[in-house]
C-alpha cells in the first residue's frame, strides 16, 4: 500500500460475530490503495453492554483518522455496528466532513423489538436494552449532513427475521432492500457489495 491509502474503509461487525464476513466484503469493495479497518469486538462481548464496544471501535478509529487527518473516510455497519458508528458520529462531528458516505446494513435503527425477548420486566439484558433503543433521529442528522444508506433484507412479510424494514429506515437516508435475503446473510452477500458499490458511484443525500 502506497503511504497514504486512497480511502478509509471502517467495517464493523454485528451482535454475536466477529470481523471474518464483514471483512471478507470490505476487501471486495476496496481498491489495492485503500486501508481497510474491521475491528474484532469479540463474539461473547457483543452480549454485554454497547458502551465498551463503542469506547474500543472509538479509540481505534481516533488514532487511524489522527493519522491520516486528510483521507476521505467510508463507513459500513452491519446490524450492532451500524447502532456503534451512529454514536461513534453523533459522539464526532469533527469528523464528519471527513466522512464521504455511510453504509447501515440490516441495522436496526429505530429500536428492534425482537430484542424485548431478551429483556425482563422492561430492563436490558446485556445488549438487548441497547438494541432497543431509537436512535432515528440521531441517524437522521447524520444523514442531513452525510451521504447515507440503508440496506435491508425481506424474507417475507417485512422482515429479514431479525430486523424489520421499517426499524431499519432513517429519514433523509437513501435505502434499498434486497427481498430473500436473512439478516445473517446480509452481512457479506455479493449482492449487498454491489448496492454498496453503485451507491459509492453517487452518494448522494436526500432532500427533506
Excluded: C
Amino acid at each position: 500500500m502506497k503511504e497514504t491509502p486512497d480511502y478509509i474503509l471502517f467495517a464493523q461487525h454485528g451482535w454475536a460475530d466477529t470481523e471474518a464476513a464483514i471483512a471478507e466484503m470490505a476487501q471486495t469493495l476496496a481498491t489495492p490503495q485503500t486501508l481497510v479497518i474491521t475491528p474484532n469486538l469479540g463474539w461473547w462481548k457483543t452480549w454485554w453492554r454497547i458502551k465498551p464496544l463503542i469506547k474500543q471501535v472509538e479509540g481505534i478509529a481516533t488514532e487511524i483518522i489522527a493519522k491520516y487527518p486528510q483521507t476521505p473516510i467510508r463507513i459500513i455497519g452491519y446490524s450492532l455496528g451500524g447502532l456503534i458508528w451512529v454514536e461513534l458520529l453523533k459522539q464526532h462531528p469533527e469528523w464528519w466532513s471527513q466522512v464521504e458516505s455511510f453504509v447501515l446494513v440490516a441495522s436496526p435503527i429505530g429500536g428492534v423489538d425482537l430484542a424485548r425477548n431478551f429483556t425482563f420486566l422492561g430492563m436490558g439484558v446485556g445488549i438487548a436494552g441497547a438494541m432497543l433503543e431509537n436512535r432515528r433521529q440521531m441517524a437522521e442528522s447524520i444523514a442531513k449532513v452525510i451521504p447515507t444508506l440503508v440496506i435491508a433484507g425481506d424474507i417475507g412479510g417485512g422482515t429479514d427475521g431479525a430486523v424489520t424494514l421499517d426499524e431499519t429506515k432513517v429519514p433523509g437516508a437513501n435505502f434499498f432492500y434486497l427481498p430473500t435475503l436473512s439478516h445473517p446473510t446480509l452481512k457479506n452477500h455479493p449482492a449487498v457489495a454491489e448496492v454498496i458499490r453503485d451507491f459509492w458511484q453517487n452518494p448522494v443525500i436526500i432532500d427533506g
